[in-house]
């Protein structure tokens, strides 16, 4: 399978989508675009190396990227304002985005929702699954929701260097 060429920063700017109060105020620290959205799990090593793994490839091809990772660091005080901190500050950066690309190491469920978000939003999301084999299943919501699942970072950069992915097997449920 052949699929659209990979998220460029040159590429003409998505449809304007309606506002919803309360989620679409823009956000002071997401005044940029940026090609991808980098979602995904990190609360413990295996799901960190992952995520490093999938940022250094699209970094090393040239892609902005907004990483929720790093974003509420200095603001992680867990009192009563983080989590609406941390949420408008995310799905800011979902809204300043070319594309989504979600890590699928795990059912974490933030990550599930950022998907979910941006699909409903029109922005291409995309899936990058480590190891992934056809035995493996991914849960039918979230593969009817990414347009191409990328296997690791091999597969990922073959279609960021030529717009070109053959879609691994995998079971739907």
Not at 43 to 68: I, T
Not at 119 to 142: A, C, F, H, Q
Request: hydrophobic share 35%; charged share 25%.
């Amino acid at each position: 399978m052949t699929a659209a060429a990979a998220p460029n920063p040159s590429a003409a700017e998505p449809e304007a989508q309606p506002k919803q109060p309360g989620i679409d105020t823009p956000c002071e620290t997401t005044r940029a675009r940026f090609d991808f959205y980098v979602a995904g799990p990190f609360f413990n090593d295996e799901e960190v190396h992952s995520m490093e793994r999938l940022e250094a490839v699209l970094e090393v091809h040239g892609r902005k990227l907004f990483k929720p990772r790093f974003g509420e660091e200095e603001n992680r005080v867990h009192d009563e304002d983080w989590p609406k901190l941390c949420f408008d500050k995310d799905i800011a950066g979902i809204r300043d985005s070319d594309a989504v690309i979600a890590n699928l190491i795990d059912g974490d469920t933030g990550t599930m929702f950022e998907i979910g978000y941006a699909y409903s939003r029109g922005t291409p999301v995309y899936g990058y699954y480590e190891g992934l084999k056809p035995s493996d299943t991914i849960n039918l919501m979230i593969a009817q929701s990414v347009r191409e699942v990328f296997t690791g970072p091999d597969d990922l950069a073959h279609w960021l260097e030529t717009g070109e992915h053959a879609q691994p097997g995998f079971r739907q449920f």
